[in-house]
């Protein structure tokens, strides 16, 4: 839980921005030991990780500045500073997975074999980035009272929040849960399917574990799309309930279609 690491002379090296680097480059890692098995060179995920990363990039940072307009609406070149802030996980992945199908289609690869070569790698870098928020102490959970809650250090955002407090550590429990997530999906491509499963299936398995989640997290008010003593609903949630409708929508067309072109 150190948000800056180290200096190099004046400059402050994040642990939030080391590790998302060390998330792209993981993902690119593992995207390009799975790229032969599909008959795609390995060389193309480089070319295909400059575009998802500036991407990744705008649209995490663009999403998390219109929910949370308010905080640059006197200041819009604020919004520029990305470390001043955050992303947002659900903003990046989509713009990034739209730009990566666009991609593969432009190279005269299939997006949808494509999408799955890199399905289980966004798995990965998602795990890798959220280590990177629990160090930064942003993307916290609330008050908690379980062995493993965690109270971070005032210099956090988590800290400056809730000073002393412990909270859930729900970036960790979003990390494990896509490493989990990656596991699935490796040991599903052992059994090849139609095109685009590993994807939609990624898709549905991430909307589903950040709908659970979510409720243990703080958000400001916000963040929450309805909010009440009974019931309340935050804008992820609202988001991952659309994309996981998406995914199993996806799922049952590719599938019928996969019948129709390759009938028993």
């Not at 995920?45 to 929910?67: E, K, N, Q």
């Not at 849960?177 to 490796?186: D, G, P």
Request: net charge positive; aromatic share 12%.
């Amino acid at each position: 839980m150190h948000p800056i690491l180290f200096h190099i002379g004046s400059l402050p090296i994040r642990s939030y921005g080391l590790m998302v680097a060390l998330a792209f480059a993981g993902a690119i890692w593992l995207a390009r030991r799975r790229a032969p098995a599909r008959n795609v060179e390995p060389d193309a995920i480089i070319d295909l990780a400059f575009f998802v990363i500036i991407a990744s990039i705008v649209g995490a940072r663009l999403t998390y500045v219109i929910v949370h307009w308010e905080h640059y609406i006197g200041d819009p070149l604020r919004a520029l500073k990305i470390w001043d802030g955050g992303l947002a996980l659900y903003g990046g992945m989509i713009l990034g997975i739209l730009v990566g199908l666009w991609f593969f289609k432009r190279r005269g690869i299939n997006p949808w074999v494509g999408a799955d070569i890199t399905a289980p790698a966004l798995s990965l870098g998602i795990a890798i980035g959220r280590i990177g928020c629990f160090f930064n102490g942003c993307c916290f959970g609330k008050h908690c009272e379980l062995p493993w809650a965690v109270t971070f250090p005032a210099v956090s955002g988590a800290g400056t929040w809730f000073p002393g407090v412990p909270l859930h550590p729900t970036q960790l429990y979003e990390s494990a849960s896509s490493i989990a997530v990656m596991a699935v999906l490796l040991l599903l491509d052992r059994k090849r399917r139609f095109p685009g499963f590993l994807l939609w299936t990624f898709m549905l398995l991430l909307s589903v574990y950040r709908f659970l989640i979510d409720p243990l997290r703080y958000y400001e008010s916000t963040s929450m799309v309805v909010e009440s003593a009974t019931f309340s609903l935050t804008s992820n949630q609202l988001i991952g309930i659309i994309l996981a409708s998406i995914s199993i929508v996806f799922l049952i067309v590719l599938s019928r279609r996969s019948k129709q072109d390759h009938p028993l």
